[in-house]
């Protein structure tokens, strides 16, 4: 009798591993779908911070003012404690006035648990050397791409004229574009670069979610420019971008002139 029984308790044991296995193979994908959910949540209200920052910094023109005011209003959004100095102009070329002003840092957002370079820059529209063709180029790059990687799916220029108006605006995340500006390039893990035209966009910010940081001041993430003119009928996009980790590279097309490279002081978190 005990033999016949466990004839029957067998298949019906099998039967119910058989039907487990499954069940939690569902309840696993469940709580991926809901984990994907949650982050997707949590990446949009990061957004939303980053927006009204972009938006204070239009308002102000001071970039300095727009972050207090953002993390006073976002209690979740911290500047951290990099490096960081206070934006110092930069004259581009000795013998002609011309000025450029840069400023970055990194802010952290506990509610999505990321880190984001945000990085500024701004021209003296009081000095002729602005606004000549062909774009300008500015992009933000890391050093290197293993220790503290750009999310290149995350990152958002925005850039405006003297008074205040949009005129560039493009999201690497949903490829959203608006204004004066075009996708450089997008090189994987270590930076995006844009072209605008400085004839319109004079001021601007540059967002750039990073995959983690490190404490190594040797290693950070900047914002790049580089300004081209000529005196030929080049106009629009007048070069050609390669590279990314530890700088971006533009061949510039026959009779553009240009400046080298200019970059900010560069962002890493000091721990």
Known sequence: MLGNLSKIITPLALSMSLLTVPSMAFAEKVDAKY??????????????????????????????????????KYSNLKVVNSDGEDGKPIKALSNEEGWLTFTDRIVYDDESDQYVFVGYWEWDENEGFVGREPYDFVGVYTDN?????????????????????????????????????????????????????????????????????????KERVYLQYD???????????????????GGFNISWNTGVKYLNPLTSTGEYWKG
């Open 145 to 217: 791409k293993k220790s503290m990687p750009i999310d290149v799916d995350g990152v958002v220029i925005q850039g405006w004229n003297g008074l205040g108006d949009e005129e560039a605006f493009f999201d690497t995340r949903t490829d959203k574009k608006r204004g004066k500006v075009a996708l450089a390039k997008r090189a994987t893990d270590a930076g995006v670069g844009f072209w605008i035209n400085d004839r319109y966009v004079t001021n601007g910010t540059i967002t750039a979610v990073l995959e983690k940081v490190t404490t190594n001041k």
């Open 227 to 245: 300004h081209s003119w000529t005196s030929t009928s080049i106009t629009g996009i007048g070069g050609n971008v390669s590279g990314g980790g």
């Open 35 to 72: 984990e994907k959910a949650v982050k997707q949540e949590k990446l949009e209200k990061l957004n939303e911070k980053l927006d009204y920052l972009r938006e204070q910094v239009r308002k102000t023109k001071d970039f300095d003012k727009a972050m207090k005011i953002t993390v006073e």
